[in-house]
């Protein structure tokens, strides 16, 4: 990796990594076009980041989206096979970056696990959100939660689905004045008010969190028994310390199931990763099993890193009479040291550089280290 720092971007230096972590687990590279057919977003949009999207025409007449999203693609075009399909990619999308403002071409990596899934599958899948986020940060966190036991709650208390919804919002708000409104609209009993307004405050290391769950929602016993066997996988790996439960993250109910997670890193407010279970898009989109995976924002790593980026490591000056063989052989004996070099006469404007060689009278002289 040494070497390829200096050929490769911050953002290709993650790809690397993250390529070959989810290869050594056997997940296979997945390579697809740079666009689709609109329907495919426009019937899906709450399933994206953004509902903008840009399209062309194509010379048939078909209206085409340039990829805002691998995941609809990926589950859209793989083929059907037994057992499990591995498939993981580094890809570039296209949408709106709130970082920056209008559309921006976004490198993206991630994986995909489709078909039979289990609970080591879907523990794996959670083990490689981990240390994908460990992979490109020295501080992170993974936020967990668990639809599956948020809906059965609700479903126990009501049936009206604009409830559901209402109160899901409040509780992905951590706001729990208006969730105590929403349960009274609702006619829900201020017992019921304050188990979902305790679900909204859960928020912990796993080890204290799912036996307090299981008490706010004992009958929850399946997702339970997934939280604690996943549980049982990180603390293996040791991982869990770097995971948490929390509630708070939604998802929405008409494609995620299950388990939805996001990835944090320090520096940055918002999830750098996320991702989850989403059966219900794999039966929307006409394709048998399930599906788990995450999605790694690459372009939100120029928020993290903050160390200086140098378009060189050497700048060699020279002057007009040097001789060109002996600068030739000083600025070679530089690379052969593994140093990049640029030599010129004068300095370049905007130019960084970690260190400044003049080559005088036959030799290198140093003078400054960076700008």
């Known amino acids: 990796m040494g070497d390829l720092k200096q050929v490769l971007r911050r953002e290709e230096q993650a790809i690397y990594r993250l390529r070959a972590l989810y290869q050594s687990f056997g997940y296979r590279p997945y390579k697809m076009n ?41 589950i859209k075009n793989a083929k059907e096979t037994a057992g499990l399909q591995k498939l993981c990619y580094s890809e570039t999308v296209y949408r709106p970056s709130g970082a920056y403002g209008g559309f921006r071409e976004i490198m993206q990596a991630g994986l995909e696990c ?33 639809l599956g036991v948020l809906t059965g709650a609700l479903d126990e208390l009501t049936g009206s689905e604009q409830a559901k919804r209402g109160i899901l919002r409040c509780i992905g708000q951590k706001n729990p004045h208006e969730l105590a409104a929403v349960c009274r609209e609702a006619g829900l009993s201020e017992d019921a008010c304050k188990r979902l307004q305790a679900l909204a405050k859960l928020h912990g290391p796993l ?21 604690e066997g996943l549980h049982r996988m990180l603390e293996t790996a040791g991982a869990a310390e770097h995971v948490v439960l929390d509630l708070s993250i939604g998802g929405d109910m008409r494609y995620y199931n299950g388990l939805i997670f996001q990835g944090f ?5 918002e999830p750098i990763l996320s991702g989850g279970r989403y059966d219900s898009l794999v039966a929307k989109l006409g394709k048998r099993g399930g ?70 009278e036959g030799r290198l002289e140093h003078f400054e280290e960076s700008t």
């Open 207 to 227: 080890p204290e969190t799912i036996p307090a769950l299981g008490k706010l929602c004992p009958n929850q016993r399946a997702e339970l028994a997934e939280l």
């Open 114 to 146: 489709v078909g039979d899934l289990d609970l080591f599958a879907t523990g794996e899948v959670t083990l490689l959100a981990v240390q994908s986020l460990a992979s490109v940060a020295g501080r992170y966190l993974l936020d967990l939660s668990h």
């Open 291 to 360: 599906a788990v995976g995450f999605a790694v924002y690459l372009d939100l790593l120029e928020r993290f890193d903050r160390s200086p980026d140098y378009d060189v490591d050497v700048l060699l000056l020279y002057g007009d009479e040097c001789n060109p063989a002996a600068l030739h052989k000083a600025a070679s004996g530089l690379r052969d040291s593994g140093h990049t070099v640029r030599v010129e006469q004068s300095r370049p404007k905007g130019l960084h550089y970690r260190q400044l060689y003049q080559f005088k």
């Open 34 to 74: 740079k666009f689709e057919e609109y329907d495919l977003y426009a019937h899906n949009k709450s399933f994206l980041q953004s509902e903008q999207i840009l399209t062309f025409t194509d010379t048939d007449g078909r209206l085409m989206a340039l990829k805002p999203d691998v995941t609809l693609s990926i």
């Open 265 to 269: 890193v320090d520096g940055v407010a």
